[in-house]
T-cell receptor
């Protein structure tokens, strides 16, 4: 069974600080996909990134970067020079893909509430 | 940019009443999903739908729930007899095709059962 753990329930930082959100996953599949979604106070789920299990290259997109390490089953998300607009709940999610029986359901972590203070 | 839409944005109902939540997925997408998020909790998978039938469902998705794609555009979630614990945000999502594709979520419908 797949499982995603986000151990940090809440993080509070001051603007311009860097912050890393942790995500640890469990799966028996050799092929899987990892995601990060942002949920701002307005409530919608905004897709941020998808990584495939066979591609461990880290990725940077502006102030966002992601560190995928299969050896530790982690997919951490770093925001550099945080801004007040980054305040949101961030969810890590996993989708398994092996054996042709998966229809892509996402298993979410509990989410991390990030508050960025001015 | 195409997006998933959901109506209504907020639905208030009395316990025991039936509700239908509506979603319009992105037009060329083939896989459709419903998820639920109880206030302050994580997002939970309810059901996936492909080729006009349920492909997978969770333990939450019991006989009180049903899904339908009545025409080429709408995708609905029906709760037959609502309970207080059904109060949650319900998200619809759709995916184009292969598992490498991303699921895109609608803005959600907040269901309040009184």
């Amino acid at each position: 069974a797949q499982k995603v753990t986000q151990a940090q329930t809440e993080i509070s930082v001051v603007e311009k600080e860097d912050v890393t959100l942790d995500c640890v996953y469990e799966t028996r599949d050799t092929t899987y996909y990892l995601f990060w979604y942002k949920q701002p106070p307005s409530g919608e789920l905004v897709f941020l990134i998808r990584r495939n299990s066979f591609d461990e290259q880290n990725e940077i997109s502006g102030r966002y970067s992601w560190n995928f390490q299969k050896s530790t089953s982690s997919f951490n998300f770093t925001i550099t020079a945080s801004q007040v607009v980054d305040s949101a709940v961030y969810f890590c999610a996993l989708s398994e893909a092996s054996g042709g029986t998966s229809y892509g359901k996402l298993t979410f972590g509990q989410g991390t509430i990030l508050t960025v203070h001015p | 940019e195409p997006e998933v839409t959901q109506t209504p944005s907020h639905q208030v109902t009395q316990m025991g009443q039936e509700v239908i939540l509506r979603c319009v997925p992105i037009s060329n997408h083939l896989y459709f999903y419903w998820y639920r998020q109880i206030l302050g909790q994580k997002v939970e998978f309810l059901v996936s739908f492909y080729n006009n039938e349920i492909s997978e469902k969770s333990e939450i998705f019991d006989d009180q729930f049903s899904v339908e794609r009545p025409d080429g555009s709408n995708f609905t979630l029906k709760i037959r007899s609502t309970k207080l614990e059904d109060s949650a945000m319900y998200f619809c999502a759709s995916r184009a095709g292969g598992l490498t594709d991303t699921q895109y979520f609608g803005p959600g419908t907040r269901l309040t059962v009184l």
